[in-house]
DNA sequence: GCGGCGG
């Protein structure tokens, strides 16, 4: 993801975490992180494995609601399976596979069984044969997993935020040197709307405020009239006032 | 207490 802040800050893009679920799936841990950010909501799922070996995984709040949606027939499918036969396998292990595509994202799901049992493999990349990113939910926990999402998706909503509002790209972000000061202007999108961040940094502090697009018309209004106010005001022989 | 067949 494209930084916010330019300019070789170390900000991290200003993200929001809303919740979080943790769940015991035999010996893995999974995180089911609920967060916001310019481009709108999503849930991070991160896999922790015995040996604290960690993979994550982004959804989008809408593909999410697809995830849960899987999950309830590849649980059925589980369900109606016999016992492990490793002669009565295809090749590749696969028992069902689906795919997700959301936007550049296309995730895979395969439901898969090899010495260990059975479980739910669900892998994402961005570009074909590009990096990809992986967990594996143990086959008995999918019901655990799905019903963990949906009540996420039920306080939280399915809406990624960005496939309403704007038609196109949003505006790049904005900015703007004034004496030792950083201001930074961004155009942000979530369930609520469109917003704009007017951001301060200083000393790798940041202050900021969020501005509702409905009111940015009267925002301008407020400052043009300040700014004529202090012309009128001004002394003419004082250059500062310019 | 795992552990998930690649380039």
């Not at 809303?18 to 999503?42: E, M, P």
């Not at 074909?128 to 009540?151: C, K, N, V, W, Y």
């Not at 202050?207 to 509702?212: F, H, L, N, Q």
């Amino acid at each position: 993801m494209k930084a916010t802040f330019a300019e070789g800050q170390l900000l991290p893009a200003p993200e929001q975490e809303l919740a979080t679920k943790v769940l015991h799936i035999q010996s893995k841990r999974f995180y089911l992180d609920v967060k916001q950010n310019k481009r709108g909501r999503f849930i991070k799922v991160a896999e922790v494995g015995p040996s604290g070996r960690k993979s994550r995984l982004l959804l989008a709040m809408s593909s999410a609601l697809e995830l849960r949606d899987h999950l309830t027939a590849f649980s059925e499918i589980y369900a109606s399976l016999g016992p492990p036969n490793p002669d009565n396998l295809p090749e590749d292990g696969k028992l069902k596979s689906e795919l997700m595509v959301k936007e550049n994202r296309r995730y895979y799901l395969d439901l898969k069984e090899n010495s260990r049992g059975r479980f739910l493999r669900i892998s994402q990349t961005i570009t074909q044969g590009g990096p990809r990113s992986q967990i594996a939910i143990p086959a008995q926990g999918m019901i655990e997993f799905r019903d963990a999402l949906t009540d996420l998706l039920e306080e939280f909503g399915t809406d990624d935020g960005i496939t309403f509002g704007f038609k196109g790209n949003l505006p790049e972000a904005h900015h703007m040197r004034v004496e030792n000061k950083n201001f930074y202007f961004d155009i942000g999108q979530n369930s609520r709307g469109v917003y704009m961040r007017v951001s301060e940094v200083k000393n790798n502090f940041r202050t900021a405020i969020t501005i509702p697009e409905k009111s940015w018309s009267r925002f301008r209004d407020t400052f043009a009239e300040y700014v004529d106010k202090m012309k009128d005001t001004a002394d003419p022989s004082n250059e500062s006032g310019k």
